[in-house]
């Protein structure tokens, strides 16, 4: 079991930037590193179910990311081993993706499921919240 615990969330207007971070702790007395991991992100707005957002494979399933359609081609997932710790990066923001950012470990090895299920993931950090206004 990984504890997980997001950062970086704010206020930003929109068509504005922003990068959210996830850091993990649990690794090292296993021995393990991040990229043995699936790891999602997730989101949840008031009034609405947790959605996917975006999720980044295991290295030994090739570490392909994906993206839920509303945040194709604006949001980026990456990894950084050293640092133990997941990004995403949240270009062209709109009001519609103000909500808690939340990250999880995938409760399975290997690749990410294409519509990211919450049910699939564990491990859950307390989030952080992204608010999009003028």
């Known amino acids: 079991q990984l504890q997980l615990v997001e950062s970086g969330g704010g206020l930003v207007q929109p068509g504005g930037s922003l990068t959210i971070s996830c850091v993990a702790s649990?690794?090292?007395?296993?021995?393990?590193?991040?990229?043995?991991?699936?790891i999602g992100w997730f989101r949840q707005a008031p009034g609405k179910e947790r959605e996917g957002v975006s999720c980044?494979?295991?290295?030994?399933?090739?570490?392909?990311?994906i993206y839920v359609d509303s945040v194709k081609g604006r949001f980026t997932i990456s990894r950084d081993n050293a640092k133990n710790t997941v990004y995403l990066q949240m270009n062209s923001l709109k009001p519609e993706d103000t909500a808690v950012y939340y990250c999880?470990?995938?409760?399975?090895?290997?690749?990410?499921?294409?519509?990211?299920?919450?049910?699939?993931?564990?491990?859950w950090g307390q989030g952080t919240q992204v608010t999009v206004s003028s």
């Open positions: 980044i494979g295991t290295i030994q399933s090739g570490g392909r990311s």
């Open positions: 649990g690794l090292d007395w296993r021995g393990l590193t991040l990229d043995r991991y699936a």
């Open positions: 999880a470990t995938q409760a399975y090895d290997g690749g990410c499921s294409t519509n990211i299920p919450p049910g699939d993931f564990e491990d």
